[in-house]
C-alpha cells in the first residue's frame, strides 16, 4: 500500500511509504522498549515498554509519510500503454 504526493518528479510522483514506516517504527519501539526493560531502568509491568512502542509507531508513520522520498526508477511507462502491458514488461531484472 503507497500513498502517492502530488509533488511531481521528473520521471513520475515520487510514492510515500507509511505503512512501512509503521513496520519499521514497531521494530523500533520494540527495540527501545527491550532496551529500557534489559538496562533495568523501568520494570515490564510498568505501561512505559507500551508506550515506548506506541511512540515507535507514530515517529515510524510519521517518518513514512513526511520523509524525502525517493525518485522512482526507470522511465515513466508510455501513456498509450494498458495497464496489462506495463504488469507483463517487469522491471527488467530478470
Known amino acids: 500500500m503507497t500513498a502517492t504526493t502530488s509533488k511531481s518528479t521528473q520521471t513520475g510522483t515520487a510514492k510515500r511509504h507509511p505503512i512501512r514506516g509503521g513496520l519499521y517504527g514497531i ?3 520494540l527495540g ?17 515498554p507500551i508506550v515506548l512502542v506506541v511512540v515507535g509507531i507514530v515517529i515510524g508513520v ?3 509519510m513526511f520523509a524525502t522520498a525517493k525518485k ?7 501513456a498509450n500503454a494498458s495497464p496489462a ?3 507483463i514488461q517487469g522491471d527488467g531484472d530478470d
Open 27 to 29: 521494530v523500533l519501539g
Open 72 to 78: 522512482p526508477r526507470g522511465a515513466a511507462p508510455a
Open 62 to 64: 510519521l517518518w513514512g
Open 85 to 87: 502491458e506495463t504488469a
Open 32 to 48: 527501545l522498549a527491550l532496551m529500557v526493560v534489559g538496562r533495568k531502568i523501568v520494570t515490564l509491568d510498568s505501561v512505559l
